[in-house]
Structures are given as C-alpha cells and as structure tokens.
C-alpha cells in the first residue's frame, strides 16, 4: 500500500510539472540576474556549499536530492536565518560615494513529516517534506553624484531630434528649446545625482516525498516551484546649482521596474 502511494504521489508531482512557465528577459543583465543562484538551504547546506544533496537527512535535500528525506526517523522542523550584508562602490566624476547594509532574512525553513508503516516492514520509513528555500537576494542601493558633469541627460533628448518620442518628449518638458528647428539644450558643468534601491529575491518551495526501503534503497519525488520577485527603482536628477544656464534649473527623471515570475520543475 505504501509502495503504491508513493508511486502515484511522484506521479503526481511529475504531471504537476509539465505545466511549465517561462520567464523571459528583457536585458542581458535580467537574464543574468535571474539565472544566477546563491548557496542557500540550512545552515548545515551552507557549510559544505550546498553539497548536502548527497550526504543525508537535511530538509536542503527536497530540492537537489529528494531521496534524501527518506533519512529521517522522525518528525522535524528546521528554520535558517541570515544576516545579508552587501557593499557597493560607485565612482563618478572623479567622485567615490561608498555605501553598505545588513538586512536580516530567513534562508530556509520547512518541516518533516515521518511516518513508520505498521502493516509493511519492508518500508523503513514514508516521509513528507514540504516548506522553501532562498536562492538569491536582490535586496542592494546605490548612490553616485557628479559635482560638474561632463554631459547632460538633455543632450539625449536633443539629440532625438524634433519629431521623435524623446525628442518631443524633452521639448514638451521644457528641458530642450527648439532654435531654428534644432534643439538646444545645456552641454554638461551640471550637478548629477543617481539612486537606486533593488529589492526583492528568488526563492523556491518545495514539496518532497522520500523513503527508505529495507536501508538498502532510498527514493524520492519533489516538486520546486521557484519564485521571482524584483523591484528596482531608480531616480536621477539634474540640476544646475551654480546658475550657468539663465532658462535651466533642475529635473527629475524617476523610474520604477518590476519582475514577477514562477515556474515549476520535478
């Protein structure tokens, strides 16, 4: 009866499976962003650089090596936290602005759920894993500023020239004056400032299925359903502090990026 019930669970989570969602990227720097992973799991994961998969019972196992879970003899609840610190260096204009930050987080947490058969001895144990682990934190800030930079945002919009989105875009804003059909806008000696704050993190539930039969054979079936979530603000300012342009005096362009995605895999 065990034997049959895990059966059919792993086939379960299999067909579960096949509906699969793609996350698509707009930049090389999304698609790298996504792709890349952290050592994260329980503490014990971490230590061994997530090498646990092949080692034993560590709920870090539902996600690379399910078989794992068959390990365990009884029920267990297990949580991780982290410190995450990051630091940042930007250096602009012959300026350096440095700037670092330590945020708490939970990396791992899930339960073990046990269970001996009583009518098979056969099977040692049937074991249940469900719960998620992080994989990546996208939680960073970064400032820089210019005292006198050497261009400006709004030479970018002339440059578009009269008739183009941005174009219009800076003329209607009043960042750039069209003189005999060419736009003009200021060339540079503005004071820039630039922050951006990135938030969120790639983590994975998982729901796993392991069991041990005579201690001679170990196997499983999992379900990792990773999860996206990215949010990026940034905004940018220009201003003229030191009155060299007469019809300028400062602007904000803002900016605000978000990513959602999910997909499944057995």
Request: charged share 15%; proline share 3%.
């Amino acid at each position: 009866m065990a034997t049959r019930i895990l059966f059919l669970t792993a086939i379960s989570f299999c067909l579960i499976a096949l509906n699969i969602s793609n996350l698509s990227a707009q930049s090389a720097t999304d698609a790298l962003r996504y792709s890349e992973t952290t050592f994260g799991g329980t503490a014990r994961s971490m230590a061994v650089a997530g090498a646990f998969g092949a080692i034993g019972a560590d709920f870090s196992t539902a996600a690379n090596n399910p078989s794992g879970i068959g390990l365990y003899r009884r029920n267990e609840l297990s949580f991780t936290p982290s410190i995450f610190t990051n630091a940042n260096e930007v250096q602009y204009v012959n300026s350096t602005q440095n700037q670092s930050g330590t945020r708490f987080n939970f990396t791992s947490m899930g339960y073990v759920f046990s269970r001996q058969p009583q009518n098979n001895l056969d099977w040692q144990n049937v074991n249940i894993a469900i719960g998620f682990n992080r994989l990546a934190n996208y939680n960073s800030n970064r400032t820089m500023y210019g005292p006198e930079a050497p261009t400006s945002m709004t030479q970018f919009f002339a440059q578009q020239g009269k008739g183009s989105y941005y174009g219009d875009l800076g003329i209607a804003a009043g960042l750039v004056t069209a003189t005999n059909n060419q736009p003009l806008a200021p060339q540079g000696g503005l004071y820039q400032l630039e922050r951006m704050e990135n938030s969120g993190g790639h983590d994975e539930l998982n729901l796993a299925v392991g069991a041990n039969y005579r201690n001679n054979l170990l196997i499983g079936a999992s379900l990792n359903i990773p999860l996206i979530n990215y949010k990026n603000q940034l905004l940018f300012t220009e201003d003229d502090k030191y009155n060299k342009f007469g019809n300028f005096s400062h602007f904000n362009l803002p900016r605000r990026n978000t990513r959602f995605g999910h997909r499944h895999k057995c």
